[in-house]
């Protein structure tokens, strides 16, 4: 049990710090920028949203044994792979509800800066506008999150396997 609260509060903290982290580049970002700018910025926010999504599906789905094989032949990437899948529950955790979750947000308060440019540049509605920018940026969430949730699944071995590389890269 001290355990399980042990990681809530890790979690809390995380999520708190990246949070922070995301939410000043945005703005930093956001004020900085055109609008084009700030459009390539909010659909990055969304991929890396997606990106971790995906990675925290294929954890949960992914084959130990497959991993297990490249690991016996010394394959990079291999062991941290079997790592993240011996971690799963707290792999899927971060990257769905942590990080996918304040990409999410951090989307969406992109979002409402972009909303609130376009309709002072092009003395448009408030309303309809956030509608618009609200609807297309939770339909590209959503759908891609739906479409790349069903490539973890079937493709898991290989994503993790993936992860495990960009892990062992980073080790040194």
């Known amino acids: 049990m001290k355990n399980n609260v042990n990681w809530i509060y890790k979690v809390f903290l995380l999520s708190f710090i990246l949070s922070m982290f995301f939410s000043g580049?945005?703005?930093?970002?956001?004020?900085?920028?055109?609008?084009v700018i700030l459009v390539i910025i909010t659909l990055v926010v969304i991929v890396i949203g997606i990106i971790f999504d995906m990675i925290g599906v294929a954890v949960l789905t992914s084959n130990e044994a497959n991993l297990h094989a490249k690991a016996s032949k010394k394959i990079k990437g291999a062991k941290e792979a079997i790592s993240l899948l011996k971690n799963s529950t707290k792999v899927a955790s971060v990257c769905n509800d942590v990080i996918g979750d304040i990409c999410g947000i951090v989307s969406g308060s992109l979002g409402t800066v972009l909303t609130l440019e376009i309709t002072s540049y092009f003395n448009l509605s408030v309303t309809l506008t956030t509608i618009i920018i609200t609807a297309v940026i939770s339909a590209l969430t959503v759908g891609l999150k739906a479409v790349f949730k069903n490539v973890a699944t079937t493709n898991s071995d290989d994503i993790i396997f993936m992860v495990g590389k960009i892990i062992s890269f980073f080790k040194k």
């Open 25 to 35: 580049i945005s703005s930093v970002i956001a004020d900085s920028f055109n609008n």
